[in-house]
């Protein structure tokens, strides 16, 4: 482990896992994965054809994200019909499937062991001080520096009396500023890198958009004040995508194809904050490295990124390209690159915006409008340069024809729809539509 044999329900797929500062683990005891890796990618080696990079998103620690990939690569597995098409199409076809693991929940469980869950205990947890236990969690979560560690102490102290408040309480509020100083996201506007593409942060604004919200949404169990917690912890993992991507991404990446033969073909797919990963993965350091050579196609699923991010000039700051520009203008992706998007998807339609900044805005603007901040998981990828196509997601049996080099927006609500609690549906992905589609751009890269 974590090599998973295939099983009679899915293929087989490598699981590299990486530690908060971005080193492979070590503690496998197969040795360094990415060695195994790129001896299974070499030339004389095993004839693989074709590389599948997934990235799962936020609250993904090593036995979330196996469950994840596991099912993942089941949806895809069962799509025979897809399999028998790339094998016709591509005679002596043979895919390999790498999960990255990048630690986007420091607080779950780290092992490799067989234990975990996708639920954390958070609020209220066990511990015999549950105020501390606390402090740690979201310390490593957001900041852990002396003043972040403090002012965390004093919201959560103020989050314990039985009555919510009408409004934040002062001391509440200061303690908010001063962990968004600490967590040092930035406020660079909508064009700047994942995690400071805000528009600044206002805790009162934020709480009373819960306090509206949460009966309709279910957003955030535990309180107002806790939910403003999780807001700013959210924005945070989302830089971490980013950081992660544009360092760790890039190099696996680059290494994988310096490894392989020139032919063979590199598909990525990443889901919410993963889809950050693989777009810095592409773009590299800062948007503005260098890739080998580029990749077959890209899937975006149901991407908790700025909708403007692949644009070359956002229409809120003209003249100034999305983040990820270079992914379309460089043609770094040779094939297809697809998104899907859910109006029940309330991670990325509700959280997105308010960590912008941005409380009191719907999930989605009025018809023919699109919101200053919105992610690709509710509006598809937008703005000039991107010319992407709006579709409908198709049943498993239908051929999309997509064309190389071109953005397709699938339209997912009558499928991504189940789910529950502060993610609606955003991680309802593992369907055999979405997983078709992802199989019809790998084809269309030729």
Known sequence: MPRFAPTDRRAAYDLVC??????????????????????????????????????????????????????????????????????????????????????????????????????????????????????????????????????????????????????????????????????????????????????????????????????????????????????????????????????????????????????????????SFGCIVMSAALAGPKGRGRVARPVDSLALVQGALSIWSYCDDIPATPGQPGYFNKVFSDKRVRGPIISTRSVFDTATGRWYPLGAGVAGQVAFAAPGELPKYGAVGSHGIQGPGTNATDLALLPATTDYNFVPGAAYNLECSEVIREGSGRGGAHNDICRPEVAHAVWQAALTAG
């Open 18 to 271: 990486f530690d908060s500062g971005g080193s492979e683990r070590t503690d496998d005891p197969n040795g360094l994965m990415s060695d195994l890796v790129l001896r299974t990618l070499a030339p004389d080696d095993s004839g693989v054809t074709d590389v599948f990079v997934l990235s799962h998103g936020w609250m993904g620690d090593v036995p979330s994200a196996r469950a994840q990939y596991d099912k993942w690569v089941e949806a895809m597995t069962a799509c025979t019909a897809d399999v028998a098409r790339m094998n016709q199409a591509r005679p002596g076809f043979k895919p390999h499937v790498i999960g990255i693991h990048w630690p986007s929940m420091p607080w779950g469980d780290e092992s490799f062991g067989e234990g975990g869950s996708f639920t954390v205990p958070i609020d209220g947890a066990p511990a015999d001080d549950p105020v501390q236990a606390m402090v740690d969690d979201y310390a490593a979560r957001i900041a852990d520096t002396p003043a972040a560690r403090d002012a965390i102490r004093r919201i959560v102290v103020g989050a314990m009396d039985d009555v919510e408040p009408e409004a934040l309480p002062p001391d509440v509020f200061a303690a908010y500023r001063q962990l968004n100083l600490e967590a040092d996201l930035g406020i660079g506007g909508v064009g700047a890198g994942p995690g400071g593409d805000r528009s600044g942060f206002d805790p009162e604004g934020v709480y009373q958009s819960l306090r509206e919200d949460a009966p309709s949404f279910g957003l955030f169990s535990g309180g107002g004040i806790f939910g403003v917690l999780r807001t700013l912890s959210f924005w945070r993992m989302k830089d971490r995508a980013r950081w992660f991507g544009e360092s760790v991404g890039s190099r696996f990446l680059a290494r994988m194809m310096q490894a392989a033969p020139r032919n063979l073909r590199f598909h990525l797919m990443g889901h």
